[in-house]
């Protein structure tokens, strides 16, 4: 039982180019996060998924599209990088959406650098 | 959602309890309280969280006082490794949507 896990751990990109933020979890949750953290700040909220085939915006979705491609899998998706994204990506899940089992468990994190 | 307050830092001796305290006087009656902790550049960790009741597991124990505008993560035993920010959140239950709002934390520094 791995939990979440996130692809890659380090990545580096130049200002304009694309790339996709994998996420899986292997505890059956039905929920799923994706947030952001730059340095000294707390998380931020990018885009959520209640619910396979559901997605919505979080608090800072400008920038990014994300795709829950099953129940397992939730990514996040960087069209053009900026300068503004360099941050620490951490995808969460949740049992359900609300209630008393939406206890959040988080991944290790992707560390992205954009010049 | 509520707004949590907490002090930035605090330091605590290895062995001894670490008492870490969260302002939250706007919760309103279907809010919980919940506590993570995030170990430098690793993802963040549930801890536990409460309603109304005082709740215990094996890691700490969740202090909320009557009124529910304050409450205090207790680590009764604190060792090196919970080095750690401290995140105290609180979000309402239910089936209208869940964001985790994480603020600053407070840094707690457990010293040998």
């Known amino acids: 039982n791995a939990g979440v896990t996130q692809t890659p751990k380090f990545q580096v990109l130049k200002t304009g180019q694309s790339m996709t933020l994998q996420c899986a979890q292997d505890m059956n949750h039905n929920s799923m996060y994706w947030y952001r953290q730059d340095p000294g700040m707390g998380l931020r909220l990018i885009y959520y998924?209640?619910?396979?085939?559901?997605?919505d915006k979080g608090e800072v979705p400008n920038g990014y599209n994300v795709s829950r491609l099953n129940k397992r899998e939730f990514s996040l998706r960087l069209e053009s990088a900026a300068p503004s994204q360099t941050s620490v990506y951490f995808c969460?899940?949740?049992?359900?959406?609300?209630?008393?089992?939406?206890?959040?468990?988080f991944g290790p994190g992707t560390r992205l650098t954009v010049l | 959602d509520a707004k949590t307050t907490q002090p930035p830092s605090m330091d605590c001796a290895e062995g001894r309890a670490a008492n870490l305290p969260c302002n939250h006087s706007?919760?309103?009656?279907?809010?919980?309280v919940y506590w993570y902790r995030q170990i430098h550049s690793q993802g963040p960790q549930y801890i536990i969280h409460?309603?109304?009741n005082n709740e215990t597991n094996e890691m700490a124990s969740l202090i909320i006082t009557e009124d529910r505008k304050s409450s205090t993560l207790i680590l009764p035993h604190a060792t090196l490794r919970d080095t750690a920010v401290y995140y105290c959140i609180v979000r309402p239950r239910g089936t209208g949507g869940f964001k985790t709002i994480f603020g600053a934390g407070t840094r707690l520094f457990v010293k040998a």
């Open positions: 969460a899940s949740s049992e359900t959406w609300g209630g008393v089992s939406d206890t959040q468990y």
């Open positions: 409460g309603l109304k």
């Open positions: 706007t919760i309103s009656g279907n809010e919980y």
């Open positions: 998924s209640a619910s396979e085939g559901t997605t």
